[in-house]
């Protein structure tokens, strides 16, 4: 890999940089980067589906004074869009987490650095919580097996300076990742997850005949409920939950007392033919009645897709592989470029749609058919187009309870 210091001028959106990435890293690197899991129909529909919701066109509004601001979590933000917590960013260009921090910082964008990121949380923190200006720095984490380890992360995360964690809900296993497993993926020399240095190793467990080695052994002490409680008792930071998709377990989050919930389904990386994070918005956003903050990854692309997804219910979007593709491309330059891409999008969009600010589209009521009256149902906003193409409801479709 010999990352550009400048993006070239043609990169002009996140699709560009996806092509330049992939001409850029080795197989192994682009099976972990880009990969999903098993047939990745999660992932494709994740991008797919954004696309597919229309916009409506507003004309002769005034829009004068618009702005990109939003308010989450008690802070304000120049903008909706944060940067996603994605393992391992050293496999994209040596400065991996740096690189990015330093372009979030220049961009005003929030970050969440991994659990598994291979750069420490207080380099970053550096960066970011040095510069009143930057956008927050959150930290994602992963309870480990061993509860003394994970308070352990929580106090250095809280010593650094973070103003969030982010507690990963959706992967108690990893995912059936074909692609990784055809490149035989490893991790280079020198990229690790350096926050798990002096993990004690995972106790070994008997297994008696019948039991299973996933269920009776990896997944005997998996995180519950409890957990969530347990660690909310330990910090006085705002605690979100990320990787909820199903309303009832939206529901379960309002009551355990978390901060907000991160609508994802791990970019398609672990449980494969989930629906695509746009259809999962509205039904977790009625679930939780608009009292609780929700953030949504998964295939935003465009700024179009940023309007969308808080139109749906959320207060701020994340992305994940856009950000290593531009590292891979141009270093932190290329991440800020990304930034700036989808920042200027999401004006243009906001100026076509006739919202001056994202107050303008919370979800209220569609533009309506001639002579109908009713109001319409949740999961409309004035900026999305059609009101027979309603968005199905929790309630409809096959449920797994």
């Not at 529909?45 to 004074?65: E, K, T, Y």
């Amino acid at each position: 890999m010999s990352p550009a210091a400048t993006p070239p001028a043609a990169l002009v959106c996140l699709a560009d940089y996806a092509a330049a990435a992939r001409a850029r890293l080795d197989d192994n690197a682009w099976a972990y980067v880009d990969g999903g899991a098993a047939d990745e129909r999660t992932l494709a529909a994740n991008v797919q589906a954004w696309g597919d919701i229309p916009l409506s066109a507003r004309v002769l509004r005034p829009m004068a004074g618009g702005h990109t601001r939003v308010t989450l979590l008690g802070r304000t933000l120049a903008h909706p869009i944060l940067l996603a917590p994605v393992a391992y960013q050293r496999l994209a260009h040596p400065d991996g987490e740096l690189a990015v921090a330093q372009a979030a910082a220049a961009l005003q964008a929030g970050m969440v650095l991994s659990t598994q990121s291979s750069v420490p949380v207080e380099a970053v923190a550096r960066i970011l919580c040095t510069d009143p200006a930057a956008g927050p720095l959150w930290f994602q984490l992963y309870l480990q097996h061993d509860r003394g380890f994970t308070l352990d992360l929580v106090r250095r995360a809280e010593a650094a300076g973070c103003e969030a964690l982010v507690l990963t809900v959706d992967a108690p296993v990893q995912g059936a990742r074909d692609r990784e497993r055809r490149t035989g993926f490893r991790l280079p020399p020198g990229v690790r997850a350096v926050h798990l240095d002096g993990l004690p190793p995972r106790p070994a467990r008997a297994l008696g005949p019948g039991q299973s080695a996933l269920f009776d052994g990896l997944l005997a002490d998996t995180p519950t409920w409890d957990d969530v409680a347990w660690l909310r008792a330990q910090t006085r930071l705002p605690l979100l939950l990320k990787g909820v998709t199903h309303p009832e377990d939206a529901r379960l989050a309002q009551s355990a007392g978390v901060d907000g919930l991160v609508v994802s389904n791990h970019g398609g990386r672990t449980l494969d033919t989930l629906p695509a994070t746009a259809t999962l918005l509205p039904r977790i956003a009625d679930a939780v009645g608009g009292d609780l903050p929700l953030l949504v990854d998964g295939g935003i692309r465009r700024g179009t897709d940023v309007l969308k997804a808080l139109a749906l219910g959320a207060r701020a979007v994340l992305i994940g592989r856009p950000v290593v593709h531009a590292l891979a491309v141009g270093g932190a330059r290329g991440v800020a470029h990304v930034l700036r891409l989808l920042r200027d999008e999401l004006e243009i969009a906001m100026a076509l749609t006739g919202c001056t600010t994202l107050d303008n589209v919370e979800i209220h009521r569609l533009q309506l058919d001639a002579g109908q009256t009713e109001r319409p149902p949740a999961g409309y906003s004035d900026c999305l187009f059609d009101a027979r193409a309603r968005l199905p409801t929790s309630d409809e479709g096959p449920a797994c309870r």
